[in-house]
T-cell receptor, first 111, second 118 residues
Framework: DGGITQSPKYLFRKEGQNVTLSCEQN?????MYWYRQDPGQGLRLIYYSQIVNDFQKGDIAEGYSVSREKKESFPLTVTSAQKNPTAFYLC??????????FGSGTRLTVV | AQTVTQSQPEMSVQEAETVTLSCTYDTSESDYYLFWYKQPPSRQMILVIR??????QNATENRFSVNFQKAAKSFSLKISDSQLGDAAMYFCAYRSATTSGGYQKVTFGTGTKLQVIP
């Protein structure tokens, strides 16, 4: 079955560390997205990518970085510059006229 | 910029009853898509229903239906015969149909937490 796989499900980061969240899709979607979800808030867009080797900043890109070397993969790195990284992170992909298909998310906690 | 407002942070409904979740949005565009997503405790986001703005007919998916009022910029979700499995966060979302470089940003509301009472 086609879908989006995010890993790991839970991730713990020490102060000053960079961590990378994985997102893989086999839906043949061109566009992929990373959202952050905090309690009491909606989803906020971090980065998005329409095609391989191209990506754009979303509303809250500071402290994050991404790459898009393959159509299927869109990893997100949370850098030490992100001062409040504890959140739930959702990856999504879409076709041209569709809504999003989401992964199951990664819960990141700073320890 | 488009905004999506869900004014009900929490709602509750008795099992087998009907509940309506509200959503309003602000846009200057005439062609767009609207969505309702469900996020159960597992936190997996699931597409519930979708509406194209150019269609006057309200979308329906089994027990889920919408009341789309384009002039009022209102997009409410009605859940009929509520079941325990309907308990979740529900997010209203807006997506432009303008293919600006192929990317169509989705804007989400802040969500409504639905409790289903047995």
């Amino acid at each position: 079955d086609g879908g989006i796989t995010q890993s790991p499900k839970y991730l713990f980061r020490k102060e000053g560390q960079n961590v990378t969240l994985s997102c893989e899709q086999n839906l043949n979607h061109d566009a992929m997205y990373w959202y952050r979800q905090d309690p009491g808030q909606g989803l906020r867009l971090i980065y998005y990518s329409q095609i391989v080797n191209d990506f754009q900043k979303g509303d809250i890109a500071e402290g994050y970085s991404v790459s898009r070397e393959k159509k299927e993969s869109f990893p997100l790195t949370v850098t030490s510059a992100q001062k409040n990284p504890t959140a739930f992170y959702l990856c999504a992909s879409s076709g041209r006229h569709d809504g999003y298909t989401f992964g199951s998310g990664t819960r990141l906690t700073v320890v | 910029a488009q905004t999506v407002t869900q004014s009900q942070p929490e709602m509750s409904v008795q099992e087998a009853e009907t509940v309506t979740l509200s959503c309003t949005y602000d846009t200057s565009e005439s062609d767009y898509y609207l969505f309702w997503y469900k996020q159960p405790p597992s936190r997996q986001m699931i597409l519930v229903i979708r509406q194209e703005a150019y269609k006057q007919q309200n979308a329906t998916e089994n027990r889920f239906s919408v009341n789309f009022q384009k002039a009022a910029k209102s997009f409410s979700l009605k859940i009929s015969d509520s079941q325990l499995g309907d308990a979740a966060m529900y997010f209203c979302a807006y997506r432009s149909a303008t293919t600006s470089g192929g990317y169509q940003k989705v804007t989400f509301g802040t969500g409504t937490k639905l409790q289903v009472i047995p």
